[in-house]
């Protein structure tokens, strides 16, 4: 396409090799079109970023009262880490009361990004609840420019356009660290999130940022990046110690990565918190289980997802403005520092 001109079903027919009206039967899901002129019309579809005039003249006339929400991750990932589960629990809740449909869509291949493709483009949902954002994710890029309303969990960037809800995360490392800081520690080692992640950068700059106002060195020996899996950080843990065993403190950017590092110091004969303290984040069941107690930062995940879920609705619903919100963190200390 050339110039700012919009793309019509004409354009779509064109580029498919079909004629409009199969376009149409496409677009408003009929089972009138064969398996491979309907491949080709979702083809152009995503390829020209068409938006059905039914998009365009306005949600409120045009709502289906249903939403979904998309996690780009395996079903293991799903059912292992909590901060899922109570983040399902928070929309679920808060979409109850305005009485629409929820549909989970995991998002693991080519296939299943198709499929939310198609959704969004024959209209089966009003909106999308986007979780687990990495900064090159074109998930959300897509959806901006097919008109659908929006909201992350968290964000790409500092920069990011689109509608959110965070948590403090830079905030929260920051506290977590100068807790140990003020408990003595001064090699401080920090299993971070994933580096294409804002929440992976965002966590890693507070542990920085408490070094710095501390007016102690930040080793860069004492960082390694996680995957926010338990086995991720049994793994950063066990380079960690390879690379500084004299290190006293480490704060994961997850509780389940934290549960990873307490299993690799117990299998190296160190003591916690004797030894080495040891911090999470987020405050998930799974930290007041550990042995010891896990100290670690509270985040609301629940309140997370019931505010990403009010701000999709109050758009959907009402046609209102972007929202941005960022959500306080609280250090909760246990026995594990």
Do not use: C
């Amino acid at each position: 396409m050339t110039g700012n001109r919009r793309p019509t079903i004409k354009t779509v027919a064109a580029r498919a090799g079909v004629g409009r009206t199969t376009v149409s039967r496409v677009v408003n899901g009929s089972d009138l079109v064969s398996a491979d002129a309907r491949a080709r019309v979702l083809a152009a579809i995503k390829e020209l970023n068409y938006v059905p005039n039914s998009v365009a003249r306005g949600l409120v006339t045009n709502r289906t009262d249903a939403v979904a929400l998309v996690i780009p991750e395996s079903e293991s990932r799903l059912g292992s880490e909590p901060f899922f589960a109570a983040l399902i629990r928070g929309v679920s809740g808060a979409l109850a009361e305005s009485r629409t449909q929820l549909q989970l869509m995991l998002v693991r291949d080519q296939a299943e990004r198709d499929q939310l493709t198609e959704s969004v483009a024959t209209r089966r949902v009003d909106g999308v609840l986007l979780v687990s954002v990495h900064s090159e994710d074109r998930l959300p890029g897509m959806l901006e420019e097919m008109g659908l309303p929006t909201v992350l969990a968290g964000r790409r960037d500092a920069g990011e356009r689109l509608s959110y809800v965070n948590s403090d995360n830079a905030g929260g490392a920051t506290a977590a660290v100068r807790h140990l800081l003020e408990g003595g520690r001064r090699r401080i080692a920090t299993v971070s999130g994933p580096l294409d992640m804002d929440v992976g950068r965002s966590r890693l700059a507070g542990w920085r940022s408490a070094h710095e106002e501390a007016g102690v060195p930040a080793g860069e020996l004492l960082v390694e990046t996680g995957d926010f899996t338990e086995e991720g950080g049994r793994r950063a843990m066990r380079l960690l110690l390879e690379r500084a065993p004299d290190l006293d403190a480490v704060f994961a950017a997850s509780d389940l990565m934290a549960v990873g590092a307490l299993a690799e110091l117990r299998r190296r004969g160190r003591r916690v918190p004797g030894d080495v303290a040891v911090v999470g984040f987020e405050d998930s069941v799974l930290a007041r289980h550990t042995d010891p107690p896990l100290t670690t930062v509270r985040q609301p995940v629940e309140e997370l997802g019931r505010t990403m879920a009010r701000i999709l609705t109050d758009i959907t619903r009402h046609g209102a403005p972007r929202q941005q919100v960022t959500l306080p963190t609280e250090l909760v200390v246990r026995e594990s520092s």
